[in-house]
């Protein structure tokens, strides 16, 4: 499974990220870029999670995620904030299994 | 609220994508380097230079020369703030506004500034003297001449084997001319009318006093206020940045005690809204989920990072946080103020950046004021208790939630 995390500077966001890594399988890919970077990195993935911080881009990202294929969603706040990998490893696999 | 809620965060959203405010954030973060290249060899050279080991292994010559390098070392930083801001902000813009000759761009914008300006003082608006100028010009000389550029019948173009670099700079000839044109003859004008040089009028009309305003412990609490109830409802503050960075800095040059080194140091302690002594509060708590969150953020903190307690306690959305996360900055702002004024410690004078460890940063940014330690420490024990206190109050209202969530099931 691809996982891209987007946020504001990518700085505590790749703190989770390595706890994602250590809840997913070894086989997972899972890279943070900061928003800006959505256009040019979201098609490569199977599933996009947008930090809280940058919850005033979601409809935009949303809209274009749909247009690739890709599911979106909102990270969890609480999840984010207290690097709950995991939750957010599960959130991020539903969504890929759901689409 | 919701309704109330997402139309902020609509506005927040176009304001801080908007392009000017864009370009201008990264403008002023890509020159950031330099300044604190130049910072550090002003605080190598606050350290060294008044030693008295250093004249006596070294001699008075050695110190008169190597103060000499530091003053040009100077010369590539704040003294050329404004210019450098000003070329980066008109190519920004440009790439921002899709126009395929942003150098170009730059090139009018420097000339728009020298026709600006009378010849024989422009290096002096170079500096943070000229911030406002600069800026202004840039966005004003650069979207006039993006605009002018689309309009087809200003385009000259010539024939003829002539390389592609002339055949484009020629046909926005006009174009060129009508904004150089329109510089001359509108700061010749003003200066016709009111006797003033048009950049004199500004800097005494618009910037002088803005820095004057920014830099009052009033204009502190009011930023910082505004940057902490926009984390509170979610929204990251960054085009706050956009416009308080540019005006601390130039108040970090005119020698105001608040300024951009001072809003790093003693309005991010921990991470903005002074946090460091919440994480500290939440890792000697003895509830398990304050402690765990506490050991998780404590680390972070000193790196002045705190989105795990903005989002995992959480501070966001959470009124029990509201009072301390709004008024402990004002307080600690109130007690550095005054104790730099009274001569209690030395003021900011160094620029750093805000990712500067905690404790350091006072250090690094009074150019080596070990006092500023002290002060920071004693600040971090006061914040430590206060947020004890709502610390203790936000346990009992989670203990209630449970409770009643306890009845219910």
Redesign the interface.
Known sequence: MKIVLYC?YG??TS?LVSKMKKAGDSCDIIDAYPIEDVEATLNKYDVALLG??????YANTKAYADTQGVPCLLMD??S????DGRGIYLQAKKAVLDK | MNKVLQKF??V??KI?SNMIVVALRNSFMSIIPFLVVAGFGTFIGSILLPAQWVHDLFGEEFVAQFSEIITRLNNGGFKIMSLTVMCLLSYNLAVLKKFDKPHLCVVVTVAALFISVPADTVTSYFSSRGLLVSILVSIFATSLFIKLSKVSVFKIKISGNIPQAVLDSFELLLSMAIIMVVFALGTWMIRFVTGYEFIDLLYSILQAPLVGISATLGGAFLTIMIKCSLFFI???P?FVNAVATPLYTAALEEGFIINQTFMDVWGCMGGCGCTIGLALALFVNKRSDFK??GK?SLP?ALFN?N????????I?FNFSMLIPYLFITPLNFTIAYFAAKIGLVSKMSVLITWSTPAFFNSFIGSAGDFRNVILYAALVALDFVIWSFFIKGYGKVLDKKAEEAGMEG
């Not at chain 1, 809280?52 to 881009?57: A, C, D, K, N």
């Not at chain 1, 984010?80 to 690097?83: K, S, V």
């Not at chain 2, 989105?307 to 959480?314: A, H, M, N, T, W």
């Open positions: 504001q700085m505590s703190v809280p911080q940058v919850r005033g881009h706040m609480m984010y904030g207290r690097m | 965060e609509s927040a959203m801080s979610g929204i990251h960054s765990t969150l998780l972070l990072i989105e795990p307690l903005v989002y995992g306690l959480p966001a």
